[in-house]
């Protein structure tokens, strides 16, 4: 049935994004191609959760900078208040925001973010890009 629909198994958006920010980036480099052959995909489309997912690791990492006990409980508690659109459980986001917070320094992810944006201004910029290679680039560059 994923053949028909054209999502297959292990290589979806949210496949790339976990790999990406746990710091795979062989297995996140693997899924940007998969990712981008399914209908309606683009580079955007995969940079834009990235950024999110990126704001949302460093805001659970300022948090256990701060050094707040519960980091998770943290985390939920501004997702709840903010409500940003297009996660997928808001629970389930801050548990992962917080597990990915401990692979990451604070400048680690402001220089992600940075990299990010420069790679969602290159897709938007330019009528002639790789999206694959410009993504693949910058998931290589989150890289421990």
Known sequence: MS???????????????????ERRAARAA?????????????????VTPLGTHLVGTALARAERDRGTARVEDAVLRQLLAARPYGLRGYKEEAARWARWSTLWTAPELSAALRATLAADRALKGTT???????????VLSYAA
């Open 128 to 138: 002639v890009t790789n999206d694959g290679g410009i993504v693949t680039q910058l």
């Open 30 to 46: 693997h899924l940007v191609e998969p990712v981008l052959e399914q209908a309606g995909m683009s580079g955007v489309k995969i």
């Open 3 to 21: 053949a028909l629909v054209g999502v297959r198994r292990g290589e979806t958006i949210h496949d790339l994004v976990d790999a990406a920010l």
